[in-house]
């Protein structure tokens, strides 16, 4: 039972290491909009998604998406989509920094859209990893030493005990 609660505790703490920050947010969008979100570390892996939700309406139904256009801290475009109602993607992050969200709706219709932006930041989490497997280690090392004692001190005990 004590290796479960040790292996569930280092399970529980790398997965805390290894994601540093997760926004999700519902917005309507009439024409244009664009969310910032910081990036703390060079080389973090940038994880997004978001969904155009339709109103299935009679006044209101259309097959057309919005656009997405990302830009890093310098301004640099990162990434870009057009006419999607969904889309999945990831990134690393070559700078920290700001980088910038971008939505256009080419619709004469407001649309609801759900984001969701996920930084993980890999380092961070191969240290920890790596210190959940040295801690671990030093774990099994102490309860093989514990029960080396423990029999040796039965032993002695068995020798004494027959005199």
Not at 45 to 58: G, N, Q, R, Y
Not at 59 to 78: R, T, Y
Not at 102 to 115: G, L, Q, R, V, W
Not at 122 to 135: D, N, P, S
Request: with cysteine; glycine share 4%.
């Amino acid at each position: 039972m004590m290796r479960f609660q040790t292996i569930l505790t280092v399970i529980v703490v790398v997965s805390s290491m290894l994601i540093t920050h997760v926004v999700g947010i519902r917005f309507v969008i009439d024409r244009e909009e664009c969310l910032s979100h910081n990036v703390e570390h060079d080389g973090d892996t940038v994880h997004f998604s978001f969904v155009v939700i339709k109103a299935e309406t009679a006044w209101h139904f259309s097959e057309d998406g919005v656009d997405l256009v990302i830009k890093g801290p310098s301004k640099e475009v990162v990434y870009a989509v057009h006419d999607k109602t969904s889309e999945k993607h990831e990134f690393h992050a070559q700078k920290k920094g700001l980088y910038h969200f971008c939505f256009t709706n080419k619709s004469p219709y407001h649309e609801t859209i759900d984001f969701d932006i996920q930084v993980v930041n890999e380092k961070m989490g191969r240290r920890a990893v790596h210190k959940a497997l040295i801690e671990s280690a030093a774990l099994i090392g102490a309860s093989v030493l514990q029960v080396y004692l423990l029999q040796r001190l039965f032993e002695r005990k068995l020798r004494t005990s027959r005199v």
